[in-house]
């Protein structure tokens, strides 16, 4: 199994611009999360699906984020526009589970985003 | 606030030494998760409990969840280089959005030779 996918691994862009996050989960996971990790603030969690379905975004910052997941495979994290504030490491993380805190999570390698 | 606590934030140990993480919640927890971190990675699932006053071990890793489910420590006997890296702990707390999976401020291991 390859594990959760993410990329770009790295991004530099400068503010105001849109920046497009992509995760691949594990296959026959049906849960997805996104976080976000910084020196300040720690691993936050920004929002979550379950079958596709977002669950709790309560952790999505402001309006410029925005997460879809238009099939089991596949899910975005957008910026738009884009702050330096911004800037940190997202990972996603998959999950197979009855709930949805009751067994691991596999995280991604990262995508660490730079805003300049 | 940040929720889920865990000291110390930092620990620098001589290979061979023991080492120790302490977690603590606000809220009484129904599971407790271990993550590691290394250095430029992800984080990488251990283990979790889920009983009060649960005693999990693997290897020279000693995991244990609180009588009052609320705190939880792992300790690492005869530390080695390959043991670097950030160790969190994660828990479900319930926000204002339902339960959310909350991760510890994280203690940062780092052993020398």
């Known amino acids: 199994d390859a594990g959760v996918i993410q990329s770009p691994r790295h991004e530099v862009t400068e503010m105001g611009q849109e920046v497009t996050l992509r995760c691949k989960p594990i296959s026959g996971h049906d849960y997805l999360f996104w976080y976000r990790q910084t020196m300040m603030r720690g691993l936050e969690l920004l929002i979550y699906?379950?079958?596709?379905?977002?669950?709790?975004d309560s952790g999505m910052p402001e309006d410029r984020f925005s997460a879809k997941m238009p099939n089991a495979s596949f899910s975005t994290l957008k910026i738009q526009p884009s702050e330096p504030r911004d800037s940190a490491v997202y990972f996603c993380?998959?999950?197979?589970?009855?709930?949805?805190?009751?067994?691991?999570?596999?995280f991604g390698p990262g995508t660490r985003l730079t805003v300049t | 606030g940040q929720q889920v606590m865990q000291i110390p934030q930092y620990q620098h140990v001589q290979e061979g030494e023991d080492f120790t993480t302490y977690c603590n919640s606000s809220t009484t927890l129904s599971n407790i998760q271990w993550y590691k971190q290394r250095p430029g990675g992800h984080p990488v699932f251990l283990i979790q409990?889920?009983?009060?006053?649960e005693v999990k071990k693997q290897k020279r890793l000693t995991f244990q969840f609180g009588e009052a489910k609320k705190n939880s420590s792992l300790h690492i006997t005869a530390t080695q280089t390959t043991d670097v890296g950030t160790y969190f702990c994660?828990?479900?707390?319930?926000?204002?959005?339902?339960?959310?999976?909350?991760f510890g401020t994280g203690t940062q291991l780092k052993v020398e030779l």
């Open positions: 699906f379950n079958n596709n379905v977002p669950i709790d």
């Open positions: 994660a828990g479900p707390i319930l926000t204002g959005g339902g339960n959310k999976l909350t």
């Open positions: 993380a998959s999950s197979l589970a009855r709930t949805v805190y009751s067994y691991e999570q596999y």
């Open positions: 409990l889920v009983k009060s006053g």
